[in-house]
């Protein structure tokens, strides 16, 4: 399973703007500090602010600030909101009409479950210390 550019970036802005947590942070200065371009980091914000794990702030103080803490966000928040459900196949989550055919189907939802888990248990906060 391949994670796309959408968890990798999302995942690296949310632990720049968890490193000062309550500030607000101007999209730009996080852009130049992660390498990311403005116009798909904004994308990215947006889409993590609709998920309620980040707030916007207009004006010439504007930018990006963590909705909650750090430490009651949990990687898989980022990556669900990001890419959608955690499924190592395409198959796994949707009814199949060959679902009585296929032997595999269950280790990818049993390997999915376990990376779900696995993210579960990685809070932002573990990140930046």
């Known amino acids: 399973m ?3 550019t959408k968890a990798e970036y999302g995942l690296k802005a949310m632990v720049n703007l968890a490193k000062n947590e309550t500030k ?13 371009s403005i116009k798909y980091l904004e994308r990215l914000l947006n889409v993590l602010r609709k998920y309620d794990l980040v707030d916007s702030f207009k004006g010439t103080n504007g930018g990006y600030a ?3 803490p750090a430490k009651k966000i949990n990687v898989a928040d980022i990556v669900i909101a990001l890419e959608g459900p955690i499924a ?11 679902e009585h055919l296929c032997s595999s189907k269950i280790v990818w939802k049993i390997l999915g479950t376990q990376i ?3 993210l579960r248990g990685i809070k932002l906060s573990d990140l930046i210390k």
């Open 2 to 4: 391949k994670f796309s």
């Open 116 to 118: 779900e888990k696995t």
């Open 24 to 36: 607000v942070k101007n999209i730009k200065l996080i852009a130049k500090e992660e390498s990311i």
């Open 88 to 98: 190592p196949m395409k198959c796994v989550g949707k009814v199949c009409r060959m």
């Open 66 to 68: 963590l909705k909650i």
